[in-house]
Nanobody
Framework: QVQLVESGGGLVQAGGSLRLSCAAS????????MGWYRQAPGKQRELVAR???????NYTDSVKGRFTISRDNYKNTLYLQMNSLKPEDTAVYYC?????????????????WGQGTQVTVSS
């Protein structure tokens, strides 16, 4: 299996910055898409940003120009640099990774989620 461990959340004032990290471990063969989602209280989980196996990225409109998604393929780690944070960015942030891993002599697909990290932006 593939495990994801997130870090970097916390409490910050509006206008501040945070950097989230998501490290993948296990018998990983390849990682394709990686992404960040968030879920605010009483709301559905939404896509924040995704990055393909190359450098292609996409962002939800509300974070464009403020958030930057990146990945380190050598470390199997995903990042989200969040600048100019707003109170409406408050949510639990989850990373999501798709790829293939080795198990029992076979190459199998995986779709893993991190445990979530709380981001709270005060006004």
């Amino acid at each position: 299996q593939v495990q994801l461990v997130e870090s970097g959340g916390g409490l910050v004032q509006a206008g501040g910055s945070l950097r989230l990290s998501c490290a993948a471990s296990g018998t990983i063969i390849t990682i394709n898409d990686m992404g960040w989602y968030r879920q605010a209280p009483g709301k559905q989980r939404e896509l924040v940003a995704r990055i393909r196996s190359g450098t292609s990225t996409n962002y939800t409109d509300s974070v464009k120009g403020r958030f930057t998604i990146s990945r380190d393929n050598y470390k199997n780690t995903l990042y989200l640099q969040m600048n100019s944070l707003k109170p409406e960015d408050t949510a639990v942030y989850y990373c999501n990774v798709h790829g293939r891993y080795y198990s029992g002599g076979a190459s199998l697909p995986f779709n893993s989620w991190g445990q979530g990290t709380q981001v709270t932006v005060s006004s």
